[in-house]
């Protein structure tokens, strides 16, 4: 493995094990507790931010294997708030353990697919569902850093009402 991959791989892992070792502290009693209160654009409750990253980390995983290909798959117009507020609406009678487990296991497809992706690959560009243009590479860390970041507001907002 090179030292670009292997940087790259050691920086998923230490993202990951910041996400596993706070989804492994909640119970289905937290499923509910507000994360995102009105003061965000939505109310989000645990059980929305989780549904919120599974379909997040298989997306992004799509997409970056697109982008590894040549292929550009977001388009131009796509409305990332809309969907987002889609993929949480529809996502209200999924198991929030099981949205939990997809979190957990798909990050070893995204291991996999690091493991796979040529190195010249990760400098492939495509756009973000953010809007901006990412690399193959820039795709693994905004992918590590955007559960990370969501877990972290979980995380607080989970000991905030722990008390």
Known sequence: MSERKAKLREYLQEKHDCVV???DRLTSDD?????YSPDHA?????HDVL????????GQLRNARLISKGEDPIPPEFDLQRWNKRVVSKAVEENTGELADTIRNTFAAWIEFLDEV????????GRHPGGQTESVEGYL???AS???N?????EKSFNEAAG
């Open 21 to 23: 070792s706070v989804l």
């Open 31 to 35: 499923w509910t507790a507000t994360v």
């Open 42 to 46: 939505a109310t989000w409750t645990i």
């Open 51 to 58: 549904a919120h990253l599974a379909d997040s980390t298989r």
């Open 118 to 125: 040529p190195e010249d690959a990760l400098d492939n560009e």
């Open 141 to 143: 860390r905004v992918y």
């Open 146 to 148: 955007h559960e990370a």
């Open 150 to 154: 969501h877990i972290a507001d979980l």
